[in-house]
């Protein structure tokens, strides 16, 4: 039961609804205490970057909305946000670098109560053909039994794009007791002689691009920025305007979450395969920047679950929040690790 907990939070937080931030002594304000320039993040791609992947293509877009307007049903809105989420996400796919960090909070409820806060970081950094991707997730707050379900850290690598992915996680005692704010690969608040290396319970997995995807739930590949289905028919509602000084696009809507919409189809999936039943989003948000040049600049969803756990009728609603990087050669923290020496411990055909 404990380990199908532990799958069930460790997917659930980190998979689909949150990646989130603690600081040393209380939780950051991602809006106002972060400061997003660090190491070129939300700083638009130089020039021979952005020249090697697609731009906007005005032409199509349809239409787009004042800053103040109201979310809009108008198709041609829709339609809009649909081709600018997915063109960033196919540059995000294709292009040879970027870095991101992101971060935010999640309340986690137990039944419609409030039991306590976790938070969560993830950092990835995609160079040519290998791609690195660090989170953790932590809960200030809570009692030694429930540390052990909430907290988890892992770390995903690849060098050959996708065709074999290494993974590996740790539960609540791999992640040191000092400050946790710190999350770089160079200053990591992970104990990594804690991340398992042997043993079913956390044995390192090995997976292949099929496998991948279907135990993760991806969409379309492991670097998609997200596995839900965006286009007109799935949304309910949004805007999309333009900061012709910034050229920046603004996105923002609202995801259809009915049990017969396909946009969250994956989403359902992955909770389910997790053990639970009866599992529905309540609410899914997105407000998404993208550059004239295709690419995004930050990425943020709020959105509400719910679903039954065994006996227990759990929830959580999360705040989400990423910034991305292309400009490699202004970054100096964001970088792979030099020591990946622990995919040597990697097993395949291991259940999760």
């Known amino acids: 039961m404990k380990r199908k907990v532990l799958v069930i939070i460790s997917i659930l937080l980190v998979g689909i609804i949150s990646v989130m931030a603690i600081g040393c002594k209380e939780p950051l304000d991602v809006a106002t205490d972060y400061d997003i320039s660090f190491d070129d993040l939300g700083v638009k791609a130089s020039a021979s970057v952005a020249a090697s992947v697609t731009s906007v293509d005005e032409s199509k877009i349809k239409k ?15 339609e809009t946000i649909s081709y600018l989420y997915n063109l960033a996400n196919e540059n995000l796919m294709a292009i040879d670098y ?29 160079d040519a053909n290998v791609w690195f991707f660090q989170n953790y997730t932590y809960d200030p707050t809570a009692t030694a039994i429930v540390k052990n379900i909430m907290e988890s850290s892992e770390e995903r690598y690849t060098n050959n794009k996708g065709a074999t992915i290494y993974k590996r996680h740790g539960g609540s005692d791999s992640l040191k007791d000092s400050c946790i704010e710190d999350f770089l690969t160079e200053n990591s608040p992970i104990d990594y002689s804690k991340m398992a290396k042997s043993g079913k319970k956390h044995a390192p997995k090995i997976y292949t691009e099929e496998t991948y995807n279907e135990f993760r739930h991806v969409r379309i590949r492991y670097d998609e920025i997200d596995n839900a289905l965006i286009n007109a028919d799935t949304l309910v509602n949004g805007k999309v305007t333009y900061d012709s000084e910034k050229e920046l696009y603004t996105l923002e809507f609202n995801v259809n979450v009915s049990n017969d919409c396909e946009a969250l189809e994956k989403g359902r999936q992955n909770l389910s395969a997790a053990g639970g039943t009866s599992v529905y989003y309540e609410k899914q948000h997105q407000i998404i920047t993208i550059w004239k040049d295709g690419l995004f600049c930050s990425y943020h969803t709020d959105n509400l679950w719910r679903g039954k756990f065994g006996p227990f009728l759990y929830g959580s609603a999360n705040d989400y929040q990423k910034w991305f990087t292309y400009n490699k050669a202004n970054v100096t923290k964001l970088v792979v690790p030099k020591d990946t020496s622990w995919t040597a411990n990697c097993r395949e055909d291991e259940s999760d």
Request: no cysteine; proline share 0%; glycine share 4%.
């Open 64 to 78: 787009l909305n004042e800053i103040n307007d109201e979310l809009s049903e108008d198709r041609d809105i829709l």
């Open 98 to 126: 970027y870095a991101s960090i992101a971060f935010g909070k999640a309340q986690v409820l137990i039944g419609d109560n409030l039991d306590s806060y976790a938070y969560s970081r993830e950092y990835i950094v995609k």
